[in-house]
């Protein structure tokens, strides 16, 4: 199977090249693909389950998954922060211009 170097968020399994890329005609997408990964990402690295990140930050599994789900666009700020803190990790809300093509860290 021909794959991509991008992850199921979920099996944490290759993505088929077949399958559609993430946020190719849509930027809001992409964002909300971002977010779901580095939440995920970092969820991992500190070595937490969805339960246990979950209980850090008073809310249940299933809004954790919602969170690392590409697809979800309904992050709040005040839940992307809780999440955040129990990462101990800073949110940081940026206005970039919408003329550009690439962000920059």
Do not use: W
């Amino acid at each position: 199977m021909n794959t991509t170097n991008k992850r199921n968020l979920r099996t944490d399994k290759p993505v088929p090249r077949s399958e559609p890329s993430l946020g190719r005609d849509n930027p809001a997408e992409s964002r909300d693909s971002g977010v779901a990964q580095a939440i995920h990402a970092l969820r991992l690295k500190a070595g937490l389950t969805q339960k246990e990140l979950a209980e850090l930050v008073g809310t249940s599994a299933s809004v954790i998954s919602r969170l690392e789900d590409s697809k979800y666009a309904g992050h709040s700020v005040a839940m992307l922060r809780r999440v955040g803190t129990a990462l101990k990790r800073e949110v940081q809300i940026r206005f970039v211009s919408s003329h550009s093509c690439v962000e920059t860290a």
